[in-house]
């Protein structure tokens, strides 16, 4: 795992990831319907919300840290925290979610913002920052 910068993040944060509504609605239906197959996703709110709930997580654990330099993340279960992200999330339309989206993608940008040099040195933060948002864009790009 490469060290991931602040500014790198907040990139990543505030260009990368917004781009991604607007480049999948910008998709004819049968590649939407490719994308998200190849997601593995049955549709866009289930990314999305996957998406959120990971964001979620990012954003306790950098204020775990903020507490407890010593703070360590849990290890998950991906598969299992996907599907209940997915299911806390079901019946929503796509709009609510996109806008979850949004929010959740703005208050991690202004964590990422506010964390210090000596922060952004910690390992549990640099695992948060590739994990959950550099590498992660990138495992989504369309």
């Known amino acids: 795992m490469e060290p991931v910068s602040k ?6 944060l505030e260009n990368d990831w917004p781009s991604l509504v607007k480049r999948f609605n910008s998709l ?14 049955a549709g866009f709110s289930d990314l999305l919300s996957h998406i959120v709930a990971w964001w979620g997580e990012a954003l306790a654990n ?6 407890d ?32 989206f949004e929010d959740a993608r703005k208050r991690l940008m202004e964590a990422v913002s ?6 952004m040195a910690n390992g549990e933060i640099q695992k948060q920052l590739y994990w959950m948002i ?8 369309l």
């Open 7 to 12: 500014r790198a993040a907040l990139v990543c």
């Open 62 to 67: 950098i204020q775990s840290v903020e507490k």
């Open 114 to 119: 506010a964390l210090t040099e000596t922060q």
């Open 28 to 41: 004819p239906p049968r590649e939407k319907e490719i994308f998200l197959d190849r997601q593995g996703f």
């Open 69 to 100: 330099a010593d703070f360590k993340t849990r290890t998950y279960d991906v598969d299992r925290f996907n599907a209940e992200a997915i299911k806390a999330k079901y019946g929503k339309d796509e709009e609510a979610v996109i806008r979850e």
């Open 134 to 141: 550099t590498n992660h864009c990138a495992e989504h790009k």
